[in-house]
């Protein structure tokens, strides 16, 4: 996990509030995975972003989420009017042609 | 992407070798083979990949199978440190995308 860097590391949120995770890929990365892990389950994939383009957005839920991966600055994944549904760990990971490396994780909590 | 199929779970004796099979008979001939951990919540960790030869690093030794449909991570001495949710993978090395399709891995439990 070194190098991938996320937050905030915990989150909490009321239902109907925004909630924004960050990512900040590791040094010379340039393509940035986010994945879902909610409770007691897999990571499920959301979206694929290289800088200023979306790749690959198939796992995201169609309302409310969005992501963007700027020329400058970390990812952000961003959760408009947050459910209790939402509450989850999301984990991003930064990625060479290769592997993927994973950052420690942010987790939502909904009230 | 292909199916895996791994244990639920595993149990290991500390310093002894933890070998964890995986099932991928429908994996295609350019996807390569990922192992990643997951300690507690933690960030998924990589451990290793590989195509067709057997890989060895730092952290353990993949063993492929001729026909490519199952493969073992060996973890050659485990540790407490060790135990973990281990998850066996196929992927697409490169290309425009390259996600991870988790299943619900092998859960080690390594004993002391």
């Known amino acids: 996990n070194a190098g991938v860097m996320q937050n905030p590391r915990h989150l909490v949120r009321r239902r109907g509030q925004e909630a924004r995770l960050r990512c900040s890929p590791m040094?010379?990365?340039?393509?940035v995975y986010w994945y879902r892990q909610l409770p007691e389950e897999g990571l499920k994939f959301m979206v694929y972003?290289?800088?200023?383009?979306?790749?690959?957005e198939s796992g995201m839920p169609k309302e409310r989420f969005s992501a963007e991966f700027p020329k400058e600055g970390p990812s952000i994944l961003r959760i408009q009017q947050v459910v209790r549904g939402d509450s989850a760990a999301y984990f991003c990971?930064?990625?060479?042609?290769?592997?993927?490396?994973f950052g420690p994780g942010t987790r939502l909590l909904v009230l | 992407d292909a199916k895996t199929t791994q244990p639920t779970s595993m149990d290991c004796a500390e310093g002894r070798a933890a070998n964890l099979p995986c099932n991928h008979s429908?994996?295609?001939?350019?996807?390569?083979v990922y192992w990643y951990r997951q300690i507690h919540s933690q960030g998924p960790q990589y451990i290793i990949h590989?195509?067709?030869n057997n890989e060895t690093n730092e952290m353990a030794s993949l063993i492929i199978t001729e026909d490519r449909k199952s493969s073992t991570l060996i973890l050659p001495h485990a540790t407490l440190r060790d135990t973990a949710v281990y998850y066996c993978?196929?992927?697409?090395?490169?290309?425009?995308?390259?996600?991870?399709?988790f299943g619900t891995g092998t859960l080690l439990a390594v004993q002391p």
């Open positions: 990971a930064s990625a060479t042609q290769e592997t993927q490396y």
């Open positions: 040094k010379g990365h340039s393509h």
């Open positions: 972003l290289q800088k200023e383009n979306i790749i690959d």
């Open positions: 429908t994996i295609s001939g350019n996807e390569y």
């Open positions: 590989g195509l067709k």
């Open positions: 993978m196929g992927s697409w090395k490169g290309g425009a995308t390259n996600k991870l399709i």
